[in-house]
């Protein structure tokens, strides 16, 4: 059996290390335009769940209604902000991903649509999903052509 040797100065590679990533470096005033933002659209949602509060095993009116008027309102200010004018650079992170994304509420609608189907109201639970997911869809659409008609 041989004997291990330690490695020389001339038998060791070093390789240059790089630094870590920074994925927020130069992000922090997006960072609070974000953060800022989607307190006020949750606050915004929380206030409507308030107004019209899901029963167990109804249309998840309140949740429905959020969700499509967010996408109406992100169709319009995307338009507004990335066709028609020249806005801030913060502009987008306050209102897009702030406000209309703490606004807004999918995972809600997961779960409003998971208690639908567990509580037995499948054609209600399926009319829920598709409904919001068309309305929503044709919301954020008709938010965008209607600005862009308006603006004309």
């Not at 639908?116 to 209600?124: A, D, E, R, T, V």
Request: net charge positive.
């Amino acid at each position: 059996m041989t004997e291990e040797l330690p490695p020389t100065g001339e038998d060791v590679v070093e390789v240059p290390r790089r630094p870590a990533p920074k994925p927020f470096r130069g992000q922090g005033r997006a960072t609070a335009a974000v953060a800022l933002g989607g307190a006020v659209g949750a606050l915004a949602r929380w206030a409507v769940g308030l107004g019209l509060p899901t029963t167990p095993g109804a249309f998840p009116l309140g949740t429905f209604l959020v969700n499509v008027v967010g996408c109406a309102a992100i169709g319009v200010l995307l338009v507004a902000i990335t066709e028609l004018r020249q806005a801030h650079p913060l502009l987008r992170p306050f209102l897009a991903t702030g406000i209309l994304g703490g606004f807004t509420t999918f995972s809600t609608f997961s779960v409003d649509a998971q208690h639908l189907l567990l509580g037995g109201h499948l054609g209600l639970a399926f009319t829920y999903l598709a409904g919001t997911l068309v309305a929503a869809v044709a919301a954020t659409w008709l938010g965008a052509a209607a600005t862009r008609r308006f603006a004309r």
